[in-house]
Structures are given as structure tokens and as C-alpha cells.
């Protein structure tokens, strides 16, 4: 599962840089979340952007190209 790669993340922002790449993953790609070395999950990239890894993917899904139309994400206590 893709989400599987984050497990364990701190949460990065464009001014928060919590994850372990060289770059910025959250002012790279567009949105915050819990980064590792960047992404195999971007719920919070750019609507509708299709290019590589900018909008809203899901990498075992439908890749890092494909921009998806709506996401949920819901949290367990």
C-alpha cells in the first residue's frame, strides 16, 4: 500500500522541512504531508496537475502522472 511508505513521518511544510531528501518535498511539490524521500502518496499536491508527482496521486494506483479528482482521508483514534 502507498501509504505504507509514510508510516512513522513527521509532517513537513513549505517551512517545515521534516523530511529526509535533500530538497523541500512539501514546497516541490505543492502540499504538505507526511514525507519520507518525498512521496508514493500526495493528497494535498495541486488539483488537477498533471505533471509528475505535482497534484493529487496515488503512486501504486494510477502512478505519480495521474492527478486524482477527490480524496477523503479519515482518521482512527
Not at 502518496?41 to 492527478?67: A, C, P
Amino acid at each position: 500500500d502507498s501509504m505504507r511508505y509514510h508510516n512513522g513521518r513527521s509532517f513537513s511544510t513549505y517551512d517545515k522541512d521534516n523530511d529526509s531528501a535533500i530538497t523541500n518535498c512539501a514546497l516541490s511539490y505543492k502540499g504538505a504531508f507526511w514525507y519520507k524521500n518525498c512521496h508514493r502518496v500526495n493528497l494535498m499536491g495541486r488539483y488537477g496537475d498533471t505533471s509528475h508527482s505535482q497534484g493529487i496521486n496515488w503512486f501504486h494506483w494510477k502512478g505519480h502522472e495521474y492527478s486524482i479528482q477527490f480524496a477523503e482521508m479519515k482518521l482512527r483514534p
